[in-house]
């Protein structure tokens, strides 16, 4: 198996990794959980040093931007977006909806597994744009395309056979720009242009071409005109959307205007059953423009709690606020009536008829929507104002923890340092990794936490340990005292001066309130 980032662990089948990672490994435009990918057989996690690297051809003629596809240095951790993430990801994944015509329709293909999380990091690094590779006799060329669906992605392409994987660059129809789960913001424009090079390298020779998920096409012509049209809408979207920028429209303005023009529209494979025209149209602004539109009014907005209460008030109370709202519901304006009624909302999350209200018009907008990401995000609003959230649980997730560096490990950790709590304090602790070898230095500074790859002269202690229990350090399973106690840690000097950091983690609590304080 020779892949881009650590998704299956060898010897067994796992679930793709959670909504976290998608960011950094590709999303799924259809659901489908794949086992390993098979061309021709498989090579094993032990033959990878025979095969990675034995690199028959690379051009010279035009190395890609960005083209190492290290986690490490490419993408941002999934724990720093943490539970979050997780949590949108869970509305746009419907995870929450009950299967049915009313509820969970799919997430513009089929179920996605919900098993458990695994990664393995023994994998195979394709690093050259046009590298080719014979596995087991079977010739790959690869086209890397980073920053396109995501920071590591690949096309590839079987020359002896005429068959093109264009991955999730190119699926059966509009993907995400951004995921409503949210993301760092993709390029549209190097999207649209690796896809031109695919079709530059490629498309003579392809007979069948086929995606990570959705179904094959075959003939060159077919294939050729669709390549064409799936170039032209991401580039489509994206100059349309900064030119009208640089006519001084906003991202939410721009949104409203655009609509794509027949040669998309009249296309199924160009339709925004998953990705969103609107929502694209605001990530290619964000990515050059950031989220702020230039209106100092939106510059420092106050929350949703805080204007809530002043909303009704200036509307002349719940009552009156809860009667204008109806009226729109019953003119069909729900997005108006969402707006208006979430201020109630913010201002008393206990007023029944609001939650009723908004959540009417939650449905209504998800019954409507051809994006099935936005359905279900506005379905699972609505089952949240009805049902109340799901029970909250300390957030974990153990199952990549294996393939993490110890300087990601440490960034994991960093975003639960509790900063109230720290104050004052100042340390530095050195740790002896047996199981891999490494020595390394966590410094806590002005309320942060630091890895430093080496030893440090001045830490007050050095702990011995391996990584798995470092792993159950930060997981919350033992503490450093007790690893040392058991026999797990040894420890040169006080442990007590590693507790200062260990001891001050925050907790992430899963089904937080999103539509609600």
């Not at 794949?34 to 498989?42: C, E, F, V």
């Not at 690379?58 to 240095?73: E, F, H, M, N, Y």
């Not at 199952?399 to 490990?409: C, E, F, N, P, S």
Request: proline fraction near 5%; hydrophobic fraction near 40%.
């Amino acid at each position: 198996m020779v892949v881009a980032d650590p998704v299956f662990v060898a010897g067994r089948r796992t679930g793709r990794l959670d909504a976290p990672h998608q960011a950094d490994l590709g999303e799924d435009a259809d659901g489908v959980v794949d086992s390993p990918p098979r061309h021709g057989a498989d090579v094993g996690a032990d033959d990878l040093d025979d095969v990675v690297g034995r690199q028959v051809w690379s051009p010279t003629d035009r190395p890609q931007d960005g083209q190492a596809l290290r986690r490490d240095v490419e993408s941002p951790l999934p724990e720093q977006r943490g539970e979050i993430d997780r949590h949108r990801a869970h509305t746009r994944c419907r995870f929450k909806l009950d299967a049915s015509s009313c509820g969970d329709a799919g997430e513009s293909g089929v179920v996605t597994d919900r098993g458990d999380l695994d990664a393995d990091g023994r994998v195979g690094r394709i690093t050259v744009d046009g590298a080719e590779l014979d596995v087991d006799g079977v010739r790959i060329v690869f086209q890397l395309t980073p920053e396109a669906e995501a920071p590591a992605e690949m096309n590839f392409f079987f020359p002896d056979r005429g068959w093109l994987c264009t991955a999730e660059n190119c699926t059966h129809n509009l993907h995400n720009l951004v995921p409503i789960r949210g993301a760092q913001v993709r390029d549209a424009l190097k999207w649209s242009k690796y896809i031109a090079v695919a079709i530059e390298r490629f498309a003579a020779d392809t007979e069948v071409m086929f995606a990570s998920h959705h179904w094959p096409r075959w003939g060159n012509a077919d294939i050729v005109g669709y390549l064409a049209r799936q170039r032209d809408l991401y580039r489509f979207i994206h100059d349309q959307t900064m030119r009208w920028a640089n006519h001084g429209e906003t991202a939410v303005e721009i949104a409203e205007r655009l609509t794509l023009p027949p040669e998309f529209a009249a296309h199924a494979d160009a339709t925004g059953y998953y990705g969103h025209l609107a929502h694209n149209v605001k990530a290619v602004y964000q990515r050059y423009l950031s989220w702020y539109d230039g209106n100092p009014a939106n510059l420092w907005r106050l929350p949703p709690a805080d204007v809530g209460p002043r909303y009704v008030e200036l509307a002349g109370g719940a009552d009156a606020l809860l009667d204008r709202a109806r009226q729109a519901f019953e003119a069909g304006e729900y997005r108006w009536v969402v707006e208006l009624v979430s201020h109630l909302v913010f201002a008393d999350a206990g007023h029944t008829e609001a939650r009723e209200l908004q959540a009417d018009a939650f449905e209504q907008l998800g019954y409507q929507s051809e994006s099935a990401t936005f359905r279900n995000a506005f379905l699972t609003g609505a089952q949240e104002l009805r049902n109340g959230r799901l029970p909250s649980r300390p957030a974990g997730r153990h199952g990549y923890l294996d393939a993490m560096t110890i300087d990601q490990l440490v960034d994991s950790v960093a975003v639960r340092l509790m900063a109230e709590d720290v104050g004052g304090i100042a340390v530095t602790v050195n740790f002896t990794f047996t199981d891999v070898g490494e020595d390394w230095a966590l410094v806590l500074s002005n309320r942060t936490l630091h890895a430093v790859p080496r030893h440090e002269r001045a830490a007050a202690t050095t702990i011995r340990l391996s990584t798995p229990v470092l792993h159950r350090v930060i997981d919350g399973a033992t503490t450093l005292a007790d690893a040392v106690a058991s026999g797990e840690a040894a420890a040169d000097g006080d442990v007590a001066a590693a507790s200062q950091i260990f001891d001050h983690l925050d907790t992430f609590m899963s089904n937080f309130a999103l539509v609600e304080p």
